[in-house]
């Protein structure tokens, strides 16, 4: 199957900082990407859609203001957490795909102090 | 709403027996049904992806059946190994060529050798 990497795999950041995660589709393009967050012995919720050259879509409750989303490239999408808060620390995924299946990035989690 | 359900949320099984997992969905215009399982700290690894017009998948001593008509979809898994202790995420992927896929809450498997 198709490579998603995500950047860093794990980072700790002092609270009111903020953090940058990248997901990069290795081996083929995506126009769509989508970034989703993972609270410890939880399941995934999708929080936005990247869409290449355009804006994000935001999922009900999400804060477009603090986490944002940039696919600059059909290849990479990144995901900032501005002026993260310790109730940001969580795990966050990315995927990418075609019509027909998404692929999942390694994941990043993230902690903030 | 999108809802996407899996009982049971855990599950102890003795090593050799066969088992099911259930997931459960509120809305039938599902895409796809994919199912995920996920090490402890660690991303997803897609195990079977189920399209709207098929009604099973199989992969080694894994199968997966989707019903749409009654928002069901189990995935079996035969012989059961400690090596499949795991989190298993269901997920319905809604959208068409989008693919946005909504997460089961996840069932916590643990084999005991």
């Known amino acids: 199957g198709a490579v998603v990497s995500q950047h860093p795999s794990w980072v700790i950041c002092k609270s009111g900082t903020s953090v940058k995660i990248e997901c990069r589709s290795l081996d083929f393009q995506a126009t769509t990407m989508f970034w989703y967050r993972q609270f410890p012995k939880q399941s995934l919720m999708l929080m936005a859609t990247s869409n290449e050259g355009s804006k994000a879509t935001y999922e009900q409750g999400v804060e477009k203001d603090k986490f944002l989303i940039n696919h600059a490239s059909l290849t990479l999408s990144t995901l900032t957490v501005t002026s993260a808060h310790p109730e940001d620390s969580s795990f966050y995924i990315c995927?990418?795909?075609?019509?027909?299946?998404?692929?999942f990035g390694p994941g990043t989690r993230l902690t903030v102090t | 709403k999108q809802e996407v359900t899996q009982i049971p949320a855990a599950l102890s099984v003795p090593e050799g027996e066969n088992l099911v997992l259930n997931c459960s969905f509120t809305d039938s215009a599902i895409y796809n049904l994919q199912w995920f399982r996920q090490d402890p700290g660690k991303g997803l690894t897609s195990l079977l992806l189920i399209q709207s017009s098929q009604r099973e998948q199989t992969s080694g001593r894994l199968n997966a059946s989707l019903d749409k008509s009654s928002g069901r979809s189990t995935l079996y898994i035969a012989a059961s190994q400690p090596g499949d202790s795991a989190t298993y995420l269901c997920a319905g992927v809604y959208g068409g060529a989008t693919n946005k896929l909504i997460f089961g809450t996840g069932t916590l498997l643990a084999v005991q050798p």
């Open positions: 995927s990418g795909g075609g019509a027909y299946e998404q692929y």
